[in-house]
């Protein structure tokens, strides 16, 4: 079983990045596919969900900046960040929830994504 995230990095405000993870092992294709961050000294925080069918939803901290998106054929998730913010700052976990009660079931790894002012 593996969530394998990439794409993080440092960007100056109003930047953008787009972090990527891949699964295998898992039938992610049925479950959910999520983004949480946490932030140094906070509790992680759900960033971004994805159901397979293709239903978003996302904290409203990132909405309007942030979007979700999956290949079911590739079994991968991403996030695409524009008008990143300094508050943005976080380590990021890609995750695979349970279809029926959202749960999350898997994580990744984590990949830090640094905004500077």
């Known amino acids: 079983v593996q969530l394998q995230a990439s794409g993080g990095g440092l960007v100056q405000a109003g930047g953008s990045l787009r972090l990527s993870c891949a699964a295998s092992g898992i039938p992610f294709n049925i479950m959910i596919a999520g983004w949480y961050r946490q932030a140094p000294g906070k509790q992680r925080e759900l960033v971004a969900t994805i159901t397979n069918g293709g239903t978003t939803s996302y904290a409203d901290s990132v909405k309007g900046r942030f979007t979700i998106s999956r290949d079911n054929a590739k079994n991968t998730v991403s996030l695409q960040m524009n008008s990143l913010k300094p508050e943005d700052t976080a380590v990021y976990y890609c995750?695979?929830?349970?279809?029926?009660?959202?749960?999350?079931?898997?994580w990744g790894q984590g990949t830090q994504v640094t905004v500077s002012s």
């Open positions: 995750s695979a929830n349970n279809p029926w009660t959202a749960k999350t079931v898997y």
